[in-house]
């Protein structure tokens, strides 16, 4: 949004506030004030103009405009209709120099997941990419996918579902006889050895999702406990991971926190092979610790399943 409509928007916020007295603290003309409430309007923001001068009565439930908004942390936010996916076009962006982005679709057409599964993209979900160019070495990359598994958990857990995290960056909803997906995290990243050039984090919620929608695997927000403003919780979501990974420290302990992994019986698929045993650590930046009848192994990558207990 650009940042003299986001000045408007957060004074019509705090309104009633007449035009010209808005129009002398942004030093614009009135023209200008009045030209950026008529584009507010248009984009879906009650605007009302009181007695007193224009005041915020609503906001949309979705879009650029109502995200942006919405957010704390210090991110352009690029909304599109439509994309065959977020992290494609993150990845563009990253290629023209971009950083500090939110790129969100409404749908998208291509989406897949770890290992290049294909992920259901339902209308009502949450599709997000973040664009972020951390200084740090290309080897504390999996923290930022902890970070955006947690950062999801504590947004879903505020809107009331039972949300955990599956070792790495699977956001379940338990169940009495496993456990629902309710998200996923998909990182990317380009850069050296000693540092990172960017990274991308995908992140696929469903949110306002029917459960007939979804795979059965899966659950949504709406299907837990109703329909959720998904302008906000994107927002949740993004001012968490920012908060998170402004301290890498604090990524392990808060993943700990909610991990449904540690202390269950797993079996992950490695490139070297399988391993077994019981899951009872993860270490940074994400290695997950499984005792195995032949001692610990720690394994950095793979695809977990939680087992049953025998």
């Known amino acids: 949004m650009q940042e003299t409509r986001r000045r408007v928007l957060a004074a019509l916020a705090d309104g009633p506030v007449a035009g010209p007295a808005l129009a002398d603290d942004l030093g614009v003309s009135r023209a200008a004030v009045w030209n950026h409430v008529e584009a507010l309007r248009a984009e879906g923001f009650g605007v009302e103009d009181t007695g007193d001068g224009y005041e915020l009565v609503a906001v949309p439930e979705y879009g650029g405009a109502a995200v942006a908004h919405a957010l704390g942390a210090d991110y352009d936010v690029a909304f599109h209709d439509e994309l065959p996916s977020t992290n494609a076009r993150a990845r563009d962006l990253a290629a023209e120099g971009a950083t500090d982005t939110l790129v969100v679709a409404a749908r998208q057409t291509g989406g ?7 992920w259901a993209s339902p209308e009502g979900g949450i599709y997000a990419s973040l664009l972020v160019r951390p200084d740090v070495p290309a080897t504390h990359a999996p923290a930022y996918t902890l970070a955006a598994a947690v ?3 504590d947004a879903a857990r505020s809107a009331g579902v039972d949300a955990g995290i599956k070792w790495p960056n699977d956001v379940l ?3 009495d006889d496993g456990a629902r997906k309710l998200c996923g995290v998909l990182t990317e990243m380009e850069g050296e050895a000693d540092r990172v050039s960017w990274l991308v984090v995908g992140i696929g ?48 302990p808060a993943w700990r926190d909610r991990a449904l992994t540690l202390g269950r019986e797993v079996r992950v698929e490695t490139p070297g092979g399988t391993v077994e045993g019981t899951a009872t650590d993860v270490e940074f930046p994400g290695t997950l610790v499984v005792e195995t009848a032949d001692g610990p192994v720690r394994v950095t990558a793979g695809d977990c399943e939680h087992l049953r207990p025998r």
């Open 112 to 118: 897949r997941g770890r290992l290049d599964r294909e």
């Open 173 to 175: 909803v338990p169940t």
């Open 151 to 153: 950062a999801v958990a």
């Open 205 to 252: 919620v469903n949110a306002n999702v029917a459960r007939e929608d979804l795979p059965e695997t899966a659950t949504s927000v709406l299907a837990e406990t109703g329909p959720v403003e998904r302008r906000a919780l994107l927002a949740e979501v993004v001012d968490r991971f920012a908060d998170l990974t402004a301290d890498l420290d604090a990524v392990l």
